[in-house]
Nanobody, 125 residues
Framework: QVQLVESGGGLVQPGGSLRLSCAASGFASDYYAIGWFRQAPGKEREGVSCISRSGGSTYYADSVKGRFTISRDNAKNTVYLQMNSLKPEDTAVYYC??????????????????WGQGTQVTVSS
């Protein structure tokens, strides 16, 4: 059974940090590019970052560039999103997703085959 499970969300003050994890089971995560998406109440889902199968290619939305870092440990079937200098506007449910493209990655949600259940990130003082 293919499954993606996010963890690491929580409540943090502005300027703080969190590290989200996306653990894959039922498939080898290095066969998939992984993307992180977020959705705030009343807003459309937004592509935040993605990483290719090998980890050699990454992409960041302008809104998080320089603050977020995506990485993967294929031996652990896990992808991470390190989030620093968090802002209240980063508050959202964060989802990871898997896309079987052989090269590169995208933050367009359509191509993604599998999705996690999401983890809440709240940035507030």
């Amino acid at each position: 059974q293919v499954q993606l499970v996010e963890s690491g969300g929580g409540l943090v003050q502005p300027g703080g940090s969190l590290r989200l994890s996306c653990a894959a089971s039922g498939f080898a995560s290095d066969y998939y590019a992984i993307g992180w998406f977020r959705q705030a109440p009343g807003k459309e889902r937004e592509g935040v970052s993605c990483i290719s199968r090998s980890g050699g290619s990454t992409y960041y939305a302008d809104s998080v560039k320089g603050r977020f870092t995506i990485s993967r440990d294929n031996a652990k079937n896990t992808v991470y999103l390190q989030m620093n200098s968090l802002k209240p506007e980063d508050t959202a449910v964060y989802y990871c997703a898997a896309d079987h493209r052989p090269r590169g990655c995208t933050v367009v949600s359509g191509p993604y085959d599998y999705w996690g259940q999401g983890t809440q990130v709240t940035v507030s003082s």
